[in-house]
């Protein structure tokens, strides 16, 4: 990382250009099912900035993603940026750990997960935090990536950034390719959605690494496959919550909708209590909901989503032994029924998905699910380290 009184290397900077719209104006995740479709929506919108034509160097690539459009590199890009932890999840599969420079909030990026794949480690402690009471141009300009894993617009329209802040940074330092994928809750998000894998294909073009994707791609199918052929007939409504303080007293509420964040979800088929009964997600405005209010919605189980790693001794602590003694909570159903569960993390990419959608499996269906591992770790750590022959 250069000092702040030198300059970047330009040697380094491996933008050529950028086309299409830099959109002003939240998402999807994918499943069986999911992956291949189509789920996109176009803005008519735009600005008049990353408008100039591009075309690749012979040596090089492009990558075309909303709302920036296309992105070409003279080479792969090495040193590289995300904000939120599904995309340095995603590059992590990618096999591109070595060159992870920062991370908006550690807490928010599961790195603990990596523990289970042989070969595979990431030290969060290492990692630049973009988020320090607020995140300014300063630090990207001292972290000096090749490329930016970022949705611009999320730098607008969630961190206060101006439309000249994020061509200052893209012209001096190096170019945004991300899109909003985690929810799909905010309103400014007027252009086209991806889901998990979708996004994660796009970063696969962006390292070239398409053989990891597929790898990985497949195996998702069959893990997904094999979880749904075990699931009952009738699954349950839940409440996916995040506790405003701790121990809880009320929530915010997180509606399953289209968002990478709720994937384990629909790969599970729960219902969600929250959307039936007219509740806003926390992340579209809503307010938070406290025991009396949840009284009347009675999920038949709660997830309670926690960021950072949550030892069961801390969620059992903390969250389910006070709900079982709280004068209302403990009549709800889910608590007298001990359906409260550890809910897992916002950002999840390829890797952490899978151990929140074993977790969730767990948490819903203990009778089925409980102790099992239902993914091959070792699997999953030889496409990571690039041992992909299978």
């Given at each position: 990382?250069?000092?702040?009184?030198?300059?970047?290397?330009?040697?380094?900077?491996?933008?050529?250009?950028?086309?299409?719209a830099?959109?002003?104006?939240g998402?999807?995740?994918?499943?069986?099912?999911?992956?291949?479709?189509?789920?996109?929506?176009?803005?008519?919108?735009?600005?008049?900035?990353?408008?100039e034509?591009?075309?690749?160097?012979?040596?090089?690539?492009?990558?075309?993603?909303?709302?920036?459009?296309?992105v070409?590199?003279?080479?792969?890009?090495?040193?590289?940026?995300?904000?939120?932890?599904?995309?340095?999840?995603?590059?992590?599969?990618?096999?591109?750990?070595?060159?992870?420079?920062?991370i908006?909030?550690?807490?928010?990026?599961?790195?603990?997960?990596?523990?289970?794949?042989p070969?595979?480690?990431?030290?969060?402690?290492?990692?630049?935090?973009?988020?320090?009471g607020?995140?300014?141009?300063?630090?990207?300009?001292?972290?000096?990536?090749?490329?930016?894993?970022?949705?611009?617009?999320?730098?607008?329209?969630?961190?206060?950034?101006?439309?000249?802040?994020?061509?200052?940074?893209?012209?001096?330092?190096?170019?945004?390719?991300?899109n909003?994928?985690?929810?799909?809750?905010?309103?400014?998000?007027?252009?086209?959605?991806?889901?998990?894998?979708?996004?994660?294909?796009?970063l696969?073009?962006?390292?070239?690494?398409?053989?990891?994707?597929?790898?990985?791609?497949?195996?998702?199918?069959?893990?997904?496959?094999?979880?749904?052929?075990?699931?009952?007939?009738?699954?349950?409504?839940i409440?996916?919550?995040?506790p405003a303080?701790?121990?809880p007293?009320?929530?915010?509420?997180?509606?399953?909708?289209?968002?990478?964040?709720?994937?384990q979800?629909?790969?599970?088929?729960?219902?969600?209590?929250?959307?039936?009964?007219?509740?806003?997600?926390?992340?579209?405005?809503?307010?938070?909901?406290?025991?009396?209010?949840?009284?009347?919605?009675?999920?038949?189980?709660?997830?309670?989503?926690?960021q950072?790693?949550?030892?069961?001794?801390?969620?059992?602590?903390?969250?389910?032994?006070?709900?079982?003694?709280?004068?209302?909570?403990?009549?709800?159903?889910?608590?007298?029924?001990g359906?409260?569960?550890?809910?897992?993390?916002?950002?999840?990419g390829?890797?952490?998905?899978?151990?929140?959608?074993?977790?969730?499996?767990?948490?819903?269906?203990?009778?089925?699910?409980?102790?099992?591992?239902?993914?091959?770790?070792?699997?999953v750590?030889?496409?990571?380290?690039?041992?992909?022959?299978?």
């Amino acid at each position: 990382m250069p000092s702040e009184d030198e300059a970047p290397d330009p040697t380094r900077r491996r933008l050529l250009g950028t086309g299409g719209a830099l959109l002003t104006g939240g998402l999807l995740a994918g499943c069986v099912g999911e992956r291949g479709e189509s789920t996109a929506t176009e803005a008519g919108s735009d600005t008049d900035s990353n408008t100039e034509a591009t075309t690749a160097a012979p040596d090089g690539h492009s990558v075309t993603m909303a709302p920036v459009g296309e992105v070409a590199f003279e080479s792969d890009p090495e040193r590289w940026l995300p904000y939120t932890g599904d995309y340095a999840d995603m590059g992590v599969a990618l096999g591109q750990a070595d060159g992870l420079a920062g991370i908006g909030v550690r807490a928010r990026f599961g790195t603990h997960h990596y523990d289970e794949l042989p070969g595979v480690t990431v030290d969060a402690e290492s990692l630049t935090e973009l988020w320090q009471g607020g995140t300014g141009k300063e630090v990207f300009h001292e972290i000096d990536a090749d490329v930016h894993v970022i949705d611009p617009n999320f730098m607008r329209n969630r961190l206060q950034w101006s439309q000249a802040d994020v061509e200052e940074v893209r012209e001096r330092v190096a170019p945004f390719v991300g899109n909003t994928v985690f929810t799909r809750a905010y309103d400014w998000h007027d252009y086209e959605y991806y889901t998990l894998y979708e996004a994660f294909e796009k970063l696969a073009e962006l390292f070239d690494e398409r053989a990891r994707y597929e790898a990985f791609a497949a195996y998702h199918d069959e893990v997904v496959t094999d979880v749904r052929a075990r699931l009952p007939e009738s699954t349950p409504d839940i409440a996916v919550l995040y506790p405003a303080e701790v121990p809880p007293e009320s929530f915010y509420p997180y509606l399953v909708g289209e968002g990478t964040q709720s994937k384990q979800w629909r790969d599970l088929r729960v219902g969600d209590a929250l959307a039936k009964s007219g509740v806003t997600d926390a992340q579209a405005g809503g307010g938070t909901l406290d025991y009396e209010a949840l009284l009347e919605i009675d999920p038949d189980a709660i997830a309670v989503r926690i960021q950072g790693e949550i030892s069961e001794e801390y969620f059992e602590e903390n969250v389910v032994s006070h709900m079982e003694s709280h004068d209302v909570a403990s009549e709800l159903t889910a608590v007298e029924e001990g359906r409260v569960f550890y809910g897992g993390l916002t950002y999840q990419g390829p890797i952490i998905h899978l151990f929140q959608l074993e977790q969730a499996a767990q948490g819903l269906y203990p009778e089925e699910f409980e102790d099992e591992e239902l993914f091959d770790r070792q699997r999953v750590a030889d496409v990571v380290t690039g041992d992909i022959e299978r």
